[in-house]
Antibody
């Protein structure tokens, strides 16, 4: 069965960086794009970007350009999201989500499987 | 950037009743719209994609409709497990993106 297991909670100081991992199992990791989405406490969902695990290609939301880096290690079927220059308003739960639906070979980029979320707290 | 709005912010419904949730896009997104359900402390769950196609395992009481800028999620007969927050998301600029979510509609027990 498809599973996305994320790394544990993090507490960081303002200005630091955080790297969250998302280990995939139960499917071919390189076959599906991976999104990253975050959710501040009591707030809605915010898309951050995606990575193509096959090519390593990425696309980031404009808001995070220059601060976010998405990478992957295909040898261990793991995607990573690193956010730098953290601020207090980056405190949120960060999710990875597989874009797993294809119709006649066309990728439908909606998240069909999600990780459990990683809480990142930014506090001095 | 395409801005998504949802109404109402909160919908109070009795079990067994019908719930109708609305989502509007600031410009046409064709049928490139998804709906997600999120319960407290859980990750979102994909319900609908392509505006009207139920995702795998989603009960038939969930249905989506609309195209362009106006969309609706209907839950035909609310079950206890359906009380949650529902988000719409557009993906019209794919590839490469970006994707934007609506602010959500909370469905709670009347």
């Amino acid at each position: 069965q498809v599973q996305l297991v994320q790394s544990g909670a993090e507490v960081k100081k303002p200005g630091a960086s955080v790297k969250v991992s998302c280990k995939a199992s139960g499917y071919t990791f390189t076959g599906y794009y991976m999104h990253w989405v975050r959710q501040a406490p009591g707030q809605g969902l915010e898309w951050m970007g995606w990575i193509n695990p096959n090519s390593g290609g990425t696309n980031y939301a404009q808001k995070f350009q220059g601060r976010v880096t998405m990478t992957r290690d295909t040898s261990i079927s793991t995607a990573y999201m690193e956010l730098s220059r953290l601020r207090s308003d980056d405190t949120a739960v960060y999710y990875c989500a597989r874009a797993g639906i294809t119709i006649f070979g066309v990728v439908i980029p909606t998240g069909d499987y999600w990780g459990q979320g990683t809480l990142v707290t930014v506090s001095s | 950037e395409i801005v998504m709005t949802q109404s109402p912010a909160t919908l109070s419904v009795s079990p067994g009743e019908r719930a109708t949730l609305s989502c509007r896009a600031s410009q046409s997104v064709s049928s490139n719209l998804a709906w997600y359900q999120q319960k407290p402390g859980q990750a979102p769950r994909l319900l609908i994609y392509g505006a009207s196609t139920r995702a795998t395992g989603i009960p038939a009481r969930f249905s989506g409709s609309g195209s362009g800028t106006e969309f609706t999620l209907t839950i035909s007969s609310l079950q206890s497990e359906d009380f949650a927050v529902y988000y719409c998301q557009q993906y019209n600029n794919w590839p490469p993106g970006g994707f934007t979510f609506g602010p959500g509609t909370k469905v709670d027990i009347k």
